[in-house]
């Protein structure tokens, strides 16, 4: 039954995260005008409010104007009620099942602010930040509580944050431009102070192990489409291949990482899996 209840209220804490992903990067209020479709103005009744079930029964559509509702919707709200569930799974009624819910919850909103807007807004990061100091008295970083929970929180904060500015001198080296903002810092202050300083440096390393594969496989995707094109118009293959290469080139100068979706989405990752990672890692580390 409990399990039930947290469910549900990941459903509803979602459609909550929706709108505070449509919300807060533009700097409209949270409360005022009610929920409406973006494109007729057309206010939301009630039974159109309900999680999942509303874009169900709509069949993805705004019933004023046909407009179709973005999939975002339903799945932010799929998975927030899944993260809720996994969350009491692990945790059971405990204080900090209630931390991790909602520090969970803002970690997918901040996926969608950046994926949609390129924006990490500080309601959330910094609104995570404070959190999760605070109730680090009750549940710390590693279950440590008390005073031995706030300084590993207050810790993890720094590494969090001192982490990426590390890695921005770095990404501009290889890339000759800004990949990282104070948006980043931010959010990795509050997933420091989450996880600790340990879950925060391995929260960083996936994102970037992440963020480096996935580049290599639009990179890979843009050579090979471009060289087959030259090849299908009768070049030979060297001249295929500089045409390949140079498109490729000029892909990798302007493709976005929206680092701030890796950062959150690794964060989640290392809170579901970090101790079986490190477990993994230091075994592998011993040659066993
Ligand atoms: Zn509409």
């Given at each position: ?10 459903l509803?804490?979602?459609s ?28 939301l009744r009630a039974w159109e409010n309900l999680p999942l079930l509303s874009w169900l029964l709509q069949a993805g559509r705004c019933r004023?104007?046909r407009?179709p509702i973005?999939?975002?919707y339903p799945?932010?709200e ?211």
């Amino acid at each position: 039954m409990p399990a039930l209840i947290f469910f549900l209220s990941g459903l509803l804490a979602g459609s909550f995260l929706n709108a505070a992903a449509y919300r807060l990067p533009q700097g409209i209020s949270m409360v005022k005008p009610r929920s409406h479709c973006p494109r007729c103005g057309r206010q939301l009744r009630a039974w159109e409010n309900l999680p999942l079930l509303s874009w169900l029964l709509q069949a993805g559509r705004c019933r004023g104007c046909r407009a179709p509702i973005s999939l975002r919707y339903p799945l932010l709200e799929a998975a927030a009620g899944g993260i809720f569930l996994l969350a009491y799974k692990r945790l059971g009624l405990t204080p900090a099942v209630i931390e991790a819910c909602v520090l969970l919850a803002a970690w997918l909103a901040l996926i969608a602010c950046d994926w949609e807007w390129r924006q990490l807004p500080d309601e959330l990061t910094l609104g995570g930040l404070g959190l999760a100091l605070v109730w680090s008295w009750w549940s710390g970083p590693a279950g440590a509580a008390g005073e031995a929970g706030v300084a590993r929180a207050a810790a993890g904060a720094l590494v969090g944050a001192a982490a990426p500015a590390a890695v921005a001198g770095l990404y501009r080296l290889w890339r000759g431009r800004e990949g990282l903002g104070m948006g980043d810092v931010k959010l990795m202050a509050m997933i420091g102070a989450f996880l600790g300083a340990a879950g925060a440096l391995l929260t960083l390393a996936l994102a970037a192990m992440a963020g480096a594969l996935l580049g290599v496989a639009m990179l890979a995707a843009v050579f090979f489409q471009r060289l087959r094109r030259a090849r299908r118009r009768g070049l030979a293959w060297h001249q295929s291949r500089a045409r390949a290469r140079r498109s490729a080139q000029a892909f990798f100068q302007r493709l976005p990482l929206p680092f701030g979706v890796l950062l959150a989405g690794m964060a989640m990752v290392s809170w579901l899996w970090g101790a079986s990672l490190w477990h993994w890692y230091w075994q592998g580390l011993a040659g066993r």
